[in-house]
């Protein structure tokens, strides 16, 4: 049976008035936040290399700064890769979707002045495909791959199994207003999971003496899937008194002045 449905003209013009509050809540661009929940063998690494040393965080987490530093994220659009049914209907090609195809996740931080985030990235590269002579991995230090074995000749790689360097990364989205308080929030706010995450490709960095800028460092992420979820306001925003704390303060936009 046909299906037809005939436009409401009600529903074609509105006034202000009962329009403005729906386009005074619409959602910006600069209040993110990406999480990388580091497992305990490659956070030993990392350790061992001095991505955690607070000397070179200024004061914060070393993973929180990077993830503080984190200047741009793709939001993941979803789509289908489709099969094509031909002659079923002359005249007609079909479409259905096949499987659903996940894009790469592409992440851009600004790079502080101990150069933290490129150490980071770097060292996970490192952990999943380390370099080996003797029969062993040859660990980095605070000082990079330094060790004279990494100088040898018959020195080589090996590569480690998904499970010990993929991890799961966090990428929320929420809006300015966004107060915690306890385990209270005030609004929701809607976070992408991205599940056996790993990086696949660092960008080339170009430095140059013609016009000075803030070094950016884009890295591409490989992923199985990613599941998303919400988490609604679970309190008014009467409960917060003057001591509670606007999440957005911890934005990279507000803290930037501070980092460099």
């Given at each position: 049976m046909p299906f037809f449905t005939e436009q409401n003209p009600e529903r074609l013009k509105y006034n202000i008035a009962s329009v403005i509050n729906t386009f005074s809540k619409v959602s910006t661009t600069?209040?993110?936040?990406?999480?990388?929940?580091?497992?305990?063998?490659?956070?030993?690494?990392?350790?061992?290399?001095?991505?955690?040393d607070r000397n070179d965080s200024d004061g914060f987490d070393g993973m929180e700064k990077i993830e503080?530093?984190?200047?741009?994220?793709?939001?993941?659009?979803?789509?289908?890769?489709?099969?094509?049914?031909?002659?079923?209907?002359?005249?007609?090609?079909?479409?259905?979707?096949?499987?659903?195809?996940?894009?790469?996740?592409?992440l851009t931080f600004y790079v502080d002045k101990n150069h933290a985030v490129i150490r980071f990235f770097e060292e996970w590269f490192n952990y999943i495909n380390p370099l080996h002579y003797g029969g062993k991995a040859i660990p980095s230090t605070r000082r990079g791959q330094n060790d004279s074995d990494a100088f040898e000749n018959?020195?080589?790689?090996?590569?480690?199994?998904?499970?010990?360097?993929?991890?799961?990364?966090?990428?929320?989205?929420?809006?300015?207003?966004?107060?915690?308080?306890?385990?209270?929030?005030?609004?929701s706010y809607y976070t992408y999971e991205f599940i056996q995450a790993f990086p696949s490709n660092i960008t080339g960095v170009p430095v140059s003496y013609q016009g000075s800028q803030v070094l950016k460092y884009t890295v591409v992420f490989d992923y199985m899937r990613y599941i998303t979820r919400r988490t609604p306001a679970t309190t008014p925003d009467a409960i917060f008194g003057p001591n509670s704390i606007p999440v957005s303060d911890l934005t990279t936009v507000d803290l930037i002045s501070q980092l460099f």
């Open positions: 600069t209040f993110f936040k990406v999480t990388f929940p580091i497992n305990a063998t490659l956070r030993t690494w990392l350790e061992g290399a001095g991505i955690y503080l530093l984190c200047s741009e994220a793709m939001i993941p659009g979803p789509s289908f890769k489709n099969t094509e049914i031909i002659g079923n209907r002359q005249g007609l090609v079909e479409k259905y979707p096949l499987i659903r195809a996940f894009p790469e996740l592409t018959a020195a080589h790689y090996h590569m480690r199994y998904p499970d010990e360097y993929c991890q799961h990364i966090l990428l929320t989205k929420f809006e300015k207003d966004l107060q915690s308080g306890g385990s209270a929030t005030n609004s």
